[in-house]
C-alpha cells in the first residue's frame, strides 16, 4: 500500500514557478512509475507527465520544455517542477503512482490534489 501527498501548490502570477512535492509512505513506491495529472474545472483529468522508477520520463505535449518531473527514491519523494507558467495550467494537479503510460485509469494510488492557480 502507498499513500501519496502533494505539497508546494498556490497562487502564481503567468510566467512565474512552482515546484509541486508528492511525499510516499511504503518502501515499494521506489519500484513504481510515478506520474502527474491535473484536472481543470468541467474537464477531464489530464496526463501532465510521468516518470519510471529507472528514471525515463514522459511528457505531455502542452508542458514539454516548461515542466520537469523527477524523483528522489531515498527520500520517497516525486517532484514536478513547473516554469513559464499560463493561466491554461491553473487546475488540480495530483500524483500518482503504479501505473502504465498517460492513461489516470491506469494508476492504482492518488494523492488528495492541490491546486494551482495562474492569475494572467
Known amino acids: 500500500q502507498v499513500q501519496l501527498v502533494e505539497s508546494g501548490g498556490g497562487l502564481v502570477q503567468a510566467g512565474g514557478s512552482l515546484r509541486l512535492s508528492c511525499a510516499a509512505s511504503?518502501?515499494?513506491?521506489?519500484?513504481?512509475?510515478m506520474g502527474w495529472f491535473r484536472q481543470a474545472p468541467g474537464k477531464e483529468r489530464e496526463f501532465v507527465a510521468r516518470?519510471?522508477?529507472?528514471?525515463?520520463?514522459l511528457y505531455a505535449d502542452s508542458v514539454k520544455g516548461r515542466f520537469s518531473i523527477s524523483r528522489d527514491n531515498v527520500k520517497n519523494t516525486g517532484y514536478l517542477q513547473m516554469n513559464s507558467l499560463r493561466p491554461e495550467d491553473t487546475a488540480l494537479y495530483y500524483c500518482a503512482a503504479d501505473g502504465r503510460g498517460t492513461n489516470y485509469r491506469d494508476y492504482t494510488y492518488w494523492g488528495q490534489g492541490i491546486q494551482v492557480t495562474v492569475s494572467s
Open positions: 516518470i519510471g522508477w529507472t528514471g525515463i520520463t
Open positions: 511504503g518502501r515499494a513506491f521506489r519500484t513504481y512509475a
